[in-house]
């Protein structure tokens, strides 16, 4: 994207993202340019005029593509308050947004957005994961392996412990007999 010791991205860098808007890449346009905000965190007005092109470009697609595109868009921080993760994620539930059939969809982007969530908007996240673990062991737990950083970021060097107590915790509330099982879907809970 830059020549080493560029400030920010060439002019030529932002002519090429600029085409893939042209050619209908606008995922691709939104992917290289969360990534070029990424490294090159001081380029400011450019880079948000460019992602403000992209979140344009994303009203001419699919609605699909869009939710995509500006799902790539809301996990950059240096991007943040341009795409709100929340109102993405409603997005996939919104009438007109073609997931009949297709329940892998909101799926896929919860499990895109879920750190951006959890530090934007905890409740939001909470509530996710919460529907997560309603429908699959397998959905939460990767929820919790995709946002890694921000759980150890938010609960310290003892998020392991901290988390594992609370499950075991959920268990035991929700078991006929008020204990925790021995496992779930095969894993062995280890007892405290």
Excluded: K
């Excluded at 943040?80 to 996939?92: C, G, M, Q, S, W």
Aim: net charge negative.
């Amino acid at each position: 994207m830059t020549p080493a010791g560029c400030q920010s991205p060439t002019p030529a860098a932002y002519a090429r993202i600029r085409g893939l808007l042209t050619e209908g890449l606008v995922v691709a346009a939104a992917q290289l340019t969360a990534f070029a905000a990424e490294v090159h965190p001081g380029a400011g007005g450019q880079l948000r005029s460019l992602a403000a092109e992209v979140i344009a470009a994303t009203a001419r697609t699919s609605p699909m593509t869009r939710v995509d595109a500006l799902a790539r868009l809301a996990l950059s921080p240096a991007l943040a308050d341009l795409v709100d993760p929340a109102d993405v994620l409603r997005e996939t539930t919104r009438p007109g947004v073609r997931t009949t059939g297709q329940p892998w969809v909101h799926g896929q982007v919860r499990l895109l957005l879920f750190p951006a969530l959890l530090t934007r908007y905890p409740a939001v996240a909470l509530r996710q994961f919460h529907d997560a673990v309603a429908d699959s062991w397998e959905d939460a737990m990767a929820l919790l392996e995709h946002a890694a950083d921000e759980i150890l970021d938010a609960l310290g060097p003892d998020a392991v412990t901290i988390l594992h107590t609370a499950i075991r915790r959920a268990l035991s509330c929700t078991s006929p007999d008020g204990a925790a099982p021995e496992s779930v879907d095969g894993l062995r809970l280890a007892t405290r």
